[in-house]
């Protein structure tokens, strides 16, 4: 399971859902990079990110998230 920063999971709970307890985010990386259409379930863990197959990013680097 690929999840999100626990910092991070109390904000992303209170955006509205997008689809059954998934929320779909834009997050931020140091480097200004946003990923947008990144989808967490629960809060917490990131199903999808846009088309790709797997999380094109570390996790652990993210600097901000907002709602989509």
């Known amino acids: ?11 992303v709970l209170e955006y509205p859902e997008y689809s059954y307890g998934v929320t779909r985010i834009v997050v931020t990386l140091p480097d200004g990079i946003e990923y947008n259409d990144v989808f967490v379930a629960l809060g917490k863990e990131i199903v999808k990110v846009g088309s790709s197959e797997e999380v094109p990013f570390d996790p652990s680097k993210i600097i901000a998230v907002r709602r989509q």
């Open 1 to 11: 399971m690929i999840e999100l920063p626990t910092k991070f999971e109390e904000q």
